[in-house]
């Protein structure tokens, strides 16, 4: 391995060094930040609510997408009245919470970061010290925590547009009848093993990971216009890296 080759290992191990690190900091702030209660409402808010639009009009076009695929491979076999479970199991088991995780990490995310940075920049964050106020526990632990609770929920959201998206094209346009998709389904899906494990389990640690790498990349960014501007894109790729290597590792335990 080169030398160069060796800086980039040395350099990512130290980020994700630091970034564990960061964690247990904001860990210990969390019972500070309890005081601040109403700001973390707000960033769920913001990081929450604000993302539903995207976060289900992708998840229709993608259980729309879905039905279309899955019916025409499923045609091959005789098999079309098995297009409803075989939507709701990908939905539900990997591409709900993958790509909720995903555009979480590209429209919150980045968002975070750049506020964050921002901060940093125009030195608001040195102004809280200076006025004893805890920007750990004011500003880094609200947007973490609003991250962890609200990327479940638009997981929840993803998955239902999915199945519906794929019960308009299956049912509505494809002609399937609408009692086999929704028996056939029913039958299949497992409460545990695909909503609590596959979109509520995978959904809440994908929220720890993207919030926690948005958090630390604003936190520990330059103060710099360039700074914050890289900051925002190692945020996306960082994320999109730790969403699809933690989303291989988890399925290995819970299949």
């Not at 389990?201 to 501007?229: C, D, H, N, R």
Request: one cysteine or more; hydrophobic letters at 55%.
């Amino acid at each position: 391995m080169t030398a160069k080759g060796d800086n980039v290992v040395i350099r990512s191990l130290t980020q994700i060094g630091a970034c564990g690190l960061f964690l247990l900091t904001i860990l210990a702030a969390v019972p500070r930040s309890l005081r601040h209660g109403r700001e973390t409402v707000r960033q769920i808010w913001f990081v929450g609510a604000m993302s539903l639009t995207i976060v289900m009009t992708c998840g229709l076009f993608v259980g729309m997408v879905l039905g279309l695929q899955l019916y025409d491979v499923l045609s091959i076999f005789g098999g079309t009245s098995a297009t409803g479970t075989v939507v709701a199991i990908a939905i539900y088991r990997e591409l709900g919470p993958v790509v909720t995780a995903l555009l979480f990490a590209g429209r919150a995310g980045t968002s975070v970061t750049a506020e964050i940075g921002l901060m940093r920049a125009t030195d608001q964050l040195d102004a809280m010290e200076m006025m004893a106020v805890d920007p750990i526990a004011y500003v880094a632990v609200p947007r973490f925590l609003a991250g962890v609770v609200a990327l479940p929920l638009l997981g929840v959201v993803f998955c239902a547009m999915g199945v519906f998206g794929g019960h308009l094209v299956g049912v509505t346009w494809l002609g399937i009848d609408n009692g086999t998709f929704w028996s056939n389904m029913t039958a299949t899906v497992d409460v545990h093993k695909d909503i609590v494990n596959g979109v509520l389990l995978k959904s809440f640690a994908f929220g720890i990971v993207v919030s926690l790498i948005a958090v630390f990349q604003g936190y520990t960014t330059p103060p710099t216009s360039e700074g914050v501007a890289y900051a925002t894109t190692r945020t996306v790729v960082a994320s999109s890296i730790a969403i699809l290597a933690l989303d291989f590792v988890l399925t290995s335990f819970l299949i």
